[in-house]
């Protein structure tokens, strides 16, 4: 299995929205909806901000936002802020013992 | 709260076998769950290489097939990977993490790993 294909860089000024993508292909992303995303500030572990496509875990605000179309889930985040500047990788269960992640996006908050 | 940890030695030479434990606190793995080693080399992303449950069942990432084992103590609640035949390429901080059907809810804080030649 490859990877899923993250853009390695993203960036957007306070407040404004950025959406970072995962392509992925119908083995993984659009057989199932058990898409996540992480996000992961410099020298920390990755933190689940979204799991099964658009659930979030109790904590994480609303303003990160998950979807899904066809073989491509998408993360948005609104409202941004200074401390979303993070790295941000997305994962997928591919089925019978597989699990993917992408390359991560470095999103910058201008 | 869910907490893992790493440990293990921080530099192994090449040709030889990594050896990492996870310790689990605030979960049984007899519980349930799959538990996971996930690695990321220096400016890379994240890649996964193996699951295991509690009962012994593994699951694995294809190019790791041969080269990474994983066992679990229930009774000491832990884990382990050990990955032969490492060369540089491995050198990566390696996560020890709970996870189902892709999941990854909770993680370690992780322990980089050097392989040296």
């Known amino acids: 299995q490859s990877a899923l294909t993250q853009p390695p860089s993203a960036s957007g000024s306070p407040g404004q929205s950025v959406t970072i993508s995962c392509t992925g292909t119908s083995s993984d992303v659009g057989a199932y909806n058990y898409v996540s995303w992480y996000q992961q500030h410099p020298g920390k572990a990755p933190k689940l901000i979204i799991y099964e496509v658009s659930e ?5 605000p609303d303003r990160f936002s998950g979807s899904k179309s066809g073989n491509t889930a998408s993360l948005t ?8 500047e993070a790295d941000y990788h ?8 597989n699990l ?4 991560g996006t470095k999103l910058a908050v201008l | ?14 040709s030889e076998t990594l050896s990492l434990i996870c310790n689990v606190s605030g979960y049984a793995i007899s519980s349930g769950y799959w ?16 699951s295991i449950y509690h009962s012994g069942s593994t699951y694995y990432n294809a ?3 041969s080269r990474a084992t994983m066992s679990v103590d229930t ?29 990854v809810e909770y993680w370690g804080q992780g322990t980089l790993v050097t392989v040296s030649s």
Do not use: H, M
Request: proline share 5%; glycine share 12%.
């Open chain 1, 56 to 60: 979030r875990p109790s904590g994480v």
């Open chain 1, 77 to 84: 985040v609104s409202g941004l802020q200074a401390e979303d």
């Open chain 1, 90 to 97: 997305c994962s997928s269960y591919a089925g019978t013992n």
């Open chain 1, 100 to 103: 993917i992640f992408g390359g």
């Open chain 2, 1 to 14: 709260q869910v907490q893992l940890q790493e440990s293990g030695p921080g530099l192994v030479k090449a």
């Open chain 2, 35 to 50: 538990w996971a080693w996930i690695r990321q080399a220096p400016g890379k992303g994240l890649e996964w290489i193996r």
């Open chain 2, 63 to 65: 190019p790791f097939k």
């Open chain 2, 75 to 103: 009774s000491k609640n832990q884990f382990s990977l050990k990955l032969s035949s490492v060369t540089a390429a491995d050198t990566a901080v390696y996560y020890c993490a709970r996870e189902t059907y892709g999941k």
